[in-house]
Structures are given as structure tokens and as C-alpha cells.
């Protein structure tokens, strides 16, 4: 077997404000092979974008290492793209340079550029909105450039960090599903940040559940149901009990932290 994509070992992240140290992170150990599609789950405040921005390389731990292909993280990386919520983009950017931007930087010859664009902007079913400007987007379309922006790096890496968050049910649906085709097609390795649990049964191969303060893994668990998934089967929702009953308890923790920071103020 090769070796694990990202290896986290022993992670710790601690946070200092006035008055008190945060651990946002302790002890995580994981290992994702490659081209697996993991979500981390937890209610706000349990340390899932800390955790991703670890392995994206924009705030290191504290303590502990994380590498991805057997290399240290210590910066961002071209083999780790990163698609944020709030999409990201140039604003004053066409769709087709936002999706060249990055190919730009590195320099490929023009023709090369154009090839990759098209095709992306075929896959992403955005070749007819080429020279549009992201304020005459959707949220949807917006993501959809986001994506191939990503894509467009080849990085065999993606992050998203609540990437369809700010989306309506149905465009989020569609994105979940083309999604899952661009990651069956191009073999990523998929981390995924959500607070949706419907949406990481829907998705993920495997799904890490994280605790509230501190935040460490409180459940790692295959998704063995065939794909697409119906969210109206009876093995989706019994996972969906298990896992509400998870998330709802480092809710209580958060509501309850919430409410002793209440009476100290
Ligand atoms: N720059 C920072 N300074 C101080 N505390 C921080 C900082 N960033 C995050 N935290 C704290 O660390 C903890 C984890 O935050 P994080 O944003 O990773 O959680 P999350 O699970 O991604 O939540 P959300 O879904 O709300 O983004 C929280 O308690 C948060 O308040």
C-alpha cells in the first residue's frame, strides 16, 4: 500500500487572548490515504478550519507536524488548493481570468492556459460565462469558479472550507453532485469542512467528528453506503441519528461555554 496523502501527527493549536489560552486543537493524529474524501464535522467553534488551515499551511500548529506526500507543511503549497465559503475571487476578473490566474503566476505559455481554461470551464458548465464579471454570478456560478480556479492548479490536494455554507438547498445539491463527479474523475484527495451532517453523509468516504474545547476527534468513521446516496434511505438517517447525537452533545458544550462566558462578563 503507499503511503498515507497527509499525515497529522500530534497536533496541537493553542490560541492566546487576554485572559485565557484557547485550545483549538489537541492531539490530533490522522492519516487520509490518497484520493479519500474527508469531512470534518462539529458544531462552530470545534476547530474544523483551524484544522484545515493547519494542512493548508496558513496558521501551523503549535506543536506537533503535518505532512502531505511525505513533505513538512510549513507555508501553503501548489499541491494543496484551498476553496474557501465566500468564494474568493477577483472581483474585477472575468471568469476566464480568474480561472487563469493561477497558471498565469506560473508562467505556462499562453496557449497551454487557454486549453486548460476551456476545459474546465466546459466541465464546470461555465464556457457561457466566460466574460462575466463574479458580481454578475450567482453563488453557485461564483463557487463553480472557485473550483476550477483550484482545478486549474492540478493540485492533487483540495481543501473547502464550508465551500457551499452560503448556498440555497438545491445549488448546494447540484455542487455536492458535481463535486463527487470531478473528485470520482480526478482522484483528489478531498478534506471538507462542514457543520452540515446531512451534507458529509452525502459526501464523504469518512467523517471525523470533533469535539468543542478542546477541539480533538471524538468519532473517525467509514461511510459505507454506495454513492449517489439517497439522504431518504434508512442506513443514511440511522447514520444521521448517530452522528446528530455527536454533534448535538459538543453543541451543549459550546451553548454551555457560551453561557459561562455570559456570566463572567
Ligand atoms: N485567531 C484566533 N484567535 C483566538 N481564538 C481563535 C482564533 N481562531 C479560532 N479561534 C478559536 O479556536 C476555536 C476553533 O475555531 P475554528 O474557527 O477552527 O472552529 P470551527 O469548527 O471551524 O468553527 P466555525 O464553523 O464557526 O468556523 C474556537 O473556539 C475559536 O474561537
Given at each position: 500500500?503507499?503511503?498515507?496523502?497527509?499525515?497529522?501527527?500530534?497536533?496541537?493549536?493553542?490560541?492566546?487572548?487576554?485572559?485565557?489560552?484557547?485550545?483549538?486543537?489537541?492531539?490530533?493524529?490522522?492519516?487520509?490515504?490518497?484520493?479519500?474524501?474527508?469531512?470534518?464535522?462539529?458544531?462552530?467553534?470545534?476547530?474544523?478550519?483551524?484544522?484545515?488551515?493547519?494542512?493548508?499551511?496558513?496558521?501551523?500548529?503549535?506543536?506537533?507536524?503535518?505532512?502531505?506526500?511525505?513533505?513538512?507543511?510549513?507555508?501553503?503549497?501548489?499541491?494543496?488548493?484551498?476553496?474557501?465559503?465566500?468564494?474568493?475571487?477577483?472581483?474585477?476578473?472575468?471568469?476566464?481570468?480568474?480561472?487563469?490566474?493561477?497558471?498565469?503566476?506560473?508562467?505556462?505559455?499562453?496557449?497551454?492556459?487557454?486549453?486548460?481554461?476551456?476545459?474546465?470551464?466546459?466541465?464546470?458548465?461555465?464556457?457561457?460565462?466566460?466574460?462575466r464579471y463574479p458580481k454578475d454570478l450567482s453563488g453557485g456560478m461564483r463557487q463553480r469558479v472557485?473550483?476550477?480556479?483550484?482545478?486549474?492548479?492540478?493540485?492533487?490536494?483540495?481543501?473547502?472550507?464550508?465551500?457551499?455554507?452560503?448556498?440555497?438547498?438545491?445549488?448546494?445539491?447540484?455542487?455536492?453532485?458535481?463535486?463527487?463527479?470531478?473528485?470520482?474523475?480526478?482522484?483528489?484527495?478531498?478534506?471538507?469542512?462542514?457543520?452540515?451532517?446531512?451534507?458529509?453523509?452525502?459526501l464523504a468516504d469518512r467523517i471525523v467528528v470533533m469535539t468543542y474545547r478542546p477541539g480533538t476527534?471524538?468519532?473517525?468513521?467509514?461511510?459505507?453506503?454506495?454513492?449517489?446516496?439517497?439522504?431518504?434511505?434508512?442506513?443514511?438517517?440511522?447514520?444521521?441519528?448517530?452522528?446528530?447525537?455527536?454533534?448535538?452533545?459538543?453543541?451543549?458544550?459550546?451553548?454551555?461555554?457560551?453561557?459561562?462566558?455570559?456570566?463572567?462578563?
Amino acid at each position: 500500500m503507499s503511503a498515507p496523502h497527509i499525515v497529522v501527527t500530534d497536533v496541537n493549536k493553542v490560541f492566546s487572548t487576554p485572559g485565557r489560552d484557547v485550545v483549538a486543537l489537541k492531539d490530533i493524529n490522522l492519516e487520509i490515504p490518497r484520493g479519500q474524501f474527508v469531512c470534518l464535522l462539529g458544531p462552530s467553534g470545534c476547530g474544523k478550519s483551524t484544522l484545515l488551515n493547519a494542512i493548508a499551511g496558513f496558521a501551523l500548529p503549535s506543536s506537533g507536524m503535518i505532512t502531505a506526500d511525505g513533505q513538512l507543511v510549513t507555508a501553503p503549497g501548489p499541491e494543496r488548493g484551498m476553496v474557501f465559503q465566500e468564494y474568493a475571487l477577483f472581483p474585477w476578473m472575468t471568469v476566464e481570468d480568474n480561472v487563469a490566474f493561477g497558471l498565469e503566476i506560473k508562467g505556462q505559455p499562453k496557449a497551454q492556459i487557454r486549453a486548460t481554461v476551456d476545459k474546465l470551464l466546459k466541465m464546470l458548465s461555465l464556457a457561457d460565462f466566460r466574460n462575466r464579471y463574479p458580481k454578475d454570478l450567482s453563488g453557485g456560478m461564483r463557487q463553480r469558479v472557485a473550483i476550477a480556479r483550484v482545478l486549474a492548479l492540478d493540485s492533487p490536494i483540495m481543501l473547502m472550507d464550508e465551500p457551499f455554507g452560503a448556498l440555497d438547498a438545491l445549488t448546494r445539491r447540484n455542487l455536492q453532485d458535481e463535486l463527487l463527479r470531478l473528485w470520482a474523475e480526478l482522484k483528489k484527495t478531498i478534506i471538507f469542512v462542514t457543520h452540515s451532517i446531512e451534507e458529509a453523509i452525502y459526501l464523504a468516504d469518512r467523517i471525523v467528528v470533533m469535539t468543542y474545547r478542546p477541539g480533538t476527534i471524538k468519532r473517525d468513521l467509514l461511510v459505507d453506503l454506495p454513492r449517489l446516496r439517497d439522504p431518504a434511505a434508512a442506513e443514511f438517517n440511522a447514520l444521521k441519528r448517530e452522528l446528530g447525537q455527536l454533534v448535538m452533545e459538543e453543541q451543549q458544550r459550546h451553548h454551555n461555554d457560551e453561557l459561562r462566558m455570559a456570566a463572567v462578563d
